[in-house]
């Protein structure tokens, strides 16, 4: 199975891991997820697509201007990178730029968070982007502070969808109570909308 693919496997992907030898445990692993769930990844990517479709980067922090405060760039030089930046809408944003800037995320406000939260997320789902930005949703103390409360209802229902698929995965196994107390965390919230 090739290295960069996580999600959009098949079973070809399955048999490359028998004919390697690799654990039973981990071939029924991913043969259960091509059979029940990998279908499922076009479905949360439309959902996500949906959800997000309108989100804007209004006064939060950029890709680009992100990146130019990791590389500790000068004010002025963070005002001319932003001009650089994508603001309105984020299906613009190619995921080669998102490789580019995968510390970014690290340094956003929580509306910068939220407007390029669907193009990582399914940059991830398609296998174009392999530094981890899911992880983030459930192993970090909510980093940038407040992007949670920023969501809409839309919104949280397509990432607890996200979430709900991928802990069926078998890369996510051993993370699953990570994903299931951030799952709580999202559902609790979406009670209160």
């Not at 997320?121 to 502070?145: M, S, V």
Request: overall charge negative.
């Amino acid at each position: 199975m090739p290295n960069d693919r996580c999600f959009r496997i098949n079973e070809f992907d399955v048999d490359e891991l028998r004919s390697q030898e690799r654990g039973e445990h981990l071939i029924d692993g991913f043969s259960n997820w091509v059979r029940k769930y990998a279908a499922r990844v076009d479905e949360v990517v439309m959902q996500i697509e949906e959800a997000f479709a309108n989100t804007t980067l209004g006064n939060g922090i950029g890709l680009f201007e992100a990146k130019g405060l990791d590389d500790y760039a000068s004010h002025e030089e963070r005002k001319q990178i932003r001009e650089t930046d994508e603001k309105i809408d984020w299906r613009r944003i190619p995921s080669d730029h998102l490789a580019r800037c995968h510390s970014s995320p690290s340094f956003f406000d929580a509306e910068g968070f939220v407007f390029h939260l669907p193009a990582f997320l399914i940059a991830e789902l398609n296998d174009k982007h392999p530094y981890g930005f899911i992880d983030r949703l459930y192993r970090t103390q909510e980093h940038p502070q407040g992007w949670r409360q920023c969501l809409t209802a839309d919104q949280r229902r397509a990432l607890i969808a996200m979430l709900e698929l991928i802990r069926e995965h078998p890369n996510y196994m051993h993370e699953t109570a990570e994903i299931d107390s951030c799952l709580e965390d999202l559902n609790d919230a979406q009670s209160l909308q």
